[in-house]
């Protein structure tokens, strides 16, 4: 079974910078995509970044040259360094695999809340 663990949320100011961590096991990490989530209160959770098995990249919009993720495949982990934090990036930040999201099955983690104060 698929066991995700989010890490590095915290509290910053607007225009600071987190990196959040997520530690997978479970799975022969090296041979799946990977994707970063997020949840605001009130609203759907979306996918904010994704990266592929060979390290490709895509982004959201609202992220997009503010976000890094990567993947370390040695350390079965994958990273989301954020950048120039804004208030509307308040959310619970989840990683998991898009491939299992998208046929709705699959657990997540607990999460990790990043709350920036402007």
């Known amino acids: 079974q698929v066991r995700l663990v989010e890490s590095g949320g915290g509290l910053v100011q607007a225009g600071g910078s987190l990196r959040l961590s997520c530690q997978v096991s479970?799975?022969?990490?090296?041979?799946?995509?990977m994707g970063w989530y997020r949840q605001a209160s009130g609203k759907q959770r979306e996918l904010v970044a994704r990266i592929g098995i060979g390290h490709s990249t895509n982004y959201a919009d609202s992220v997009k040259g503010r976000f890094t993720i990567s993947r370390d495949n040695a350390r079965n982990t994958m990273y989301l360094q954020m950048n120039s934090l804004r208030p509307e990036d308040i959310a619970v930040y989840y990683c998991?695999?898009?491939?299992?999201?998208?046929?709705?099955?699959?657990?997540w983690g607990q999460g990790t809340q990043v709350t920036v104060s402007s």
């Open positions: 998991n695999i898009p491939q299992i999201v998208d046929a709705g099955r699959g657990n």
């Open positions: 479970g799975i022969v990490f090296r041979l799946n995509a």
